[in-house]
C-alpha cells in the first residue's frame, strides 16, 4: 500500500493549507485514515482520525481549526488547516494501519 501526501508548504500565521493524501488501497472506503505530525525534537502525535463511517475525531490542539475529509472516488483523504500558528509547524504524515507516507513539511511563520 502506498500513501502519498502533498500540500504542505511556508504559511503565515493565521492562514490555510489543506494536505492530500492518495493512497493506492482498493478498501479506501472501509479504513481508518489519519493523520499525524512531528515537530521538531518532539514525539509524533496524532492530529485527526476519519472513521469507516465519516467520524471524525481531533486532538484538543486543532479541534475548530483542523477538519479531515475522505473523497472515496479519488482514495484521497484531506486535512483542510486554518488559523495556523508556529505550533503547527510539523511534518505531517497520513496513516492507514501499518502504513505510512513520507510526509510533508507544514511552516508557520511569519
Known amino acids: 500500500v502506498q500513501l502519498m501526501e502533498s500540500g504542505g508548504g511556508l504559511v503565515q500565521p493565521g492562514g490555510s493549507l489543506r494536505l492530500s493524501c492518495v493512497t493506492s488501497?482498493?478498501?479506501?472506503?472501509?479504513?481508518?485514515l489519519s493523520w499525524y505530525r512531528q515537530a521538531p525534537g518532539k514525539e509524533r502525535e496524532l492530529v485527526a482520525t476519519i472513521g469507516r463511517l465519516g467520524g471524525t475525531t481531533y486532538a484538543d490542539s486543532v479541534k475548530g481549526r483542523f477538519t479531515i475529509s475522505r473523497e472515496k472516488t479519488k482514495n484521497t483523504v484531506y486535512l483542510q488547516m486554518n488559523s495556523l500558528q508556529p505550533e503547527d509547524t510539523a511534518v505531517y504524515y497520513c496513516n492507514l494501519g501499518p502504513w505510512w507516507g513520507q510526509g510533508t513539511q507544514v511552516t508557520v511563520s511569519s
Open positions: 488501497r482498493t478498501t479506501f472506503s472501509i479504513d481508518f
